[in-house]
């Protein structure tokens, strides 16, 4: 601790002059664990493409972070025709970042060309309800649904932004990864891919937006895997931001004076996945009774009171309780009982326990101390921890047998965007259990909202029932900043970089 101090004491020093600089010349510095393979919003799904997302590119819609009510943006309104057909008014006299002005065709290939399975989106469970767009006037759309799609205004809030035609159909994912345009309230300058991203300010971002248009001049995002290296950065003033502290860090980081220290919740649920399927990689995880034992073996509210801090919320099911849809009400509980996990092992067969790989891409320490408590079980656990994209792979290439996962819905408030997303038969769904895949179905296709919330809670019943997964808590989310920054948190883990400014 007497090192800790003295490197607080030393790193205050040394941090004034940079952050002056920044605060002179308008720039934010922010850096994020995870590496981001695509900006493209459809070509990824880590949380960093979500930020990325807000800033540089707009929605037809908007959804307030506080009040949860739908406005007008790209779209200045919009109307059911039928239950299959929106039909959406634009906004006129927006220009994308290189000039084209925005209009029917922009929405109409975007949204074309994203939902068409031969070009493999990476976030198909946001587009694959898309059957197609089509122009009716040059400021009017409809959007056509493959069936029923009742949350289809939340994700066209929340994970559906538009592209300028002329420039995608040119350069297409991999073009606006390198050289990414949107409408937003940011441009991007520069993407070193795997390194850097630049913002500068919009200074021509469309008046009457439900964003502003920024405060600061200029934002500059490095992709560090390493969180040592982030906090010896915030410490020598080489950092303005930093988020997903590990809230000991966290608490030890307020004793430096140039430095500040909030939380907020979020609606990031975090579980323990299992591969039980058919052609399952550990075939231990087939039998119900050994995954039952992995998740009486893991003590949730010890870890989550441990590792994850004030505000921290556990769940029971997969999904976040805020969603529609969500529910834990009869879902089956399992608690912490190490005794009851080794005579499951036993009676499964398996008294001198099983080798198991354990997968992990974020919070190592909760993902270590999930290790440790399989481990003291007999569940002997091999540790895999690496970048998410490399892990999302394997797990689709069903190379995972189990893995601690963190999901974030893409802050859609909808179950069908978190349940729907691991156990309907799409991409990263490997046990497809044809119950659970039609309740689910049903869940996200059926207008009546009684019939939909039935359906959401069987799934979720059948889900933990069949433990095919160890629901475990909503993550409570640490940001360090600079003192100076004028920073809000919200509870969407989305930092607003056009919100801040420098005091």
């Known amino acids: 601790m007497k090192h800790v101090a003295m490197t607080l004491a030393a790193a205050a020093a040394l941090a004034a002059t940079p952050a002056l600089a920044d605060k002179k010349d308008g720039t934010v510095r922010f850096a994020y664990d995870q590496v981001l393979e695509n900006i493209d919003p459809f070509f990824n799904n880590v949380r960093l493409g979500v930020m990325m997302t807000q800033h540089v590119w707009d929605t037809l819609i908007y959804r307030d972070p506080v009040t949860n009510e739908y406005k007008p943006y790209l779209a200045t309104a919009w109307k059911w025709l039928d239950d299959r057909t929106l039909e959406l008014e634009l906004r006129q006299g927006i220009k994308f970042h290189n000039g084209e002005e925005f ?7 975007t949204l074309n060309y994203v939902s068409d399975p031969a070009n493999k989106a990476t976030a198909q469970q946001n587009i694959s309800w898309i059957e197609k767009a089509e122009k009716v006037e040059k400021f009017k759309v409809r959007i056509r649904a493959r069936r029923n799609f009742p949350a289809a205004i939340e994700y066209l809030a929340s994970a559906i932004p538009i592209h300028p035609n002329e420039y995608y159909a040119k350069a297409g994912p991999k073009g606006m990864n390198e050289k990414p345009v949107g409408s937003g309230p940011f441009k991007v300058t520069e993407h070193v891919v795997g390194k850097i991203i630049r913002l500068e300010r919009n200074a021509d971002y469309w008046k009457g937006s439900p964003k502003s248009v920024p405060n600061v001049a200029r934002v500059e995002i490095r992709m560090i895997p390493d969180r040592q290296t982030q906090v010896a950065e915030m410490l020598s003033g080489g950092l303005d931001l930093i988020m997903n502290v590990p809230v ?31 052609n399952a990689p550990n075939p231990a995880l087939k039998d119900v009774r050994v995954r ?44 912490y009982d190490p005794a009851k996990a080794k005579a499951l092992l036993a009676e499964a067969g398996f008294a001198n326990g099983i080798d198991l790989e354990f997968f992990g891409y974020r919070e190592r320490q909760q993902t270590e101390a999930m290790v440790n408590y399989l481990r ?7 540790l895999k921890f690496m970048q998410y994209a490399a892990m999302r792979d394997q797990h689709r290439g069903n190379k995972v047998p189990a893995s601690h996962q963190t999901w974030g819905s893409f802050n859609i408030m909808d179950t069908s965007a978190s349940t729907s997303a691991y156990f309907k038969g799409i991409d990263d769904d490997m046990i497809k259990d044809p119950e659970i895949v039609a309740l689910l179905q049903k869940g996200d296709t059926t207008v009546d909202p009684a019939v939909r919330k039935d359906a959401y809670k069987k799934a979720l019943t059948l889900i ?20 100076d920054l004028d920073f809000k ?5 989305m ?5 801040m400014k420098w005091k």
């Open 248 to 278: 000991e860090q966290a608490q030890q980081l307020k004793a430096a004076p140039h430095l500040s220290v909030t939380s907020g919740g979020t609606m990031r649920i975090v579980f323990v996945l299992f591969n039980a399927g058919e």
């Open 464 to 483: 933990s029932e069949r433990a095919y997964a160890v629901p475990l808590y909503a993550l409570t989310t640490y940001y360090v900043l600079n003192k």
């Open 489 to 493: 948190a919200h509870a969407d883990e």
């Open 376 to 382: 003291a079980v007999g569940v002997r656990a091999n």
């Open 292 to 335: 039952r034992a992995i998740a009486h073996a893991i003590d949730k509210e010890t870890m989550a009171k441990q590792l994850v801090g004030e505000g921290v919320r556990v769940i029971n099911s997969i999904c976040f309780p805020a969603q529609f849809g969500c529910t834990d009400e009869g879902v089956p509980r399992y608690a």
């Open 103 to 109: 209009d029917a065709d922009d929405v109409v290939y």
């Open 495 to 499: 930092p607003r970089f056009w919100e």
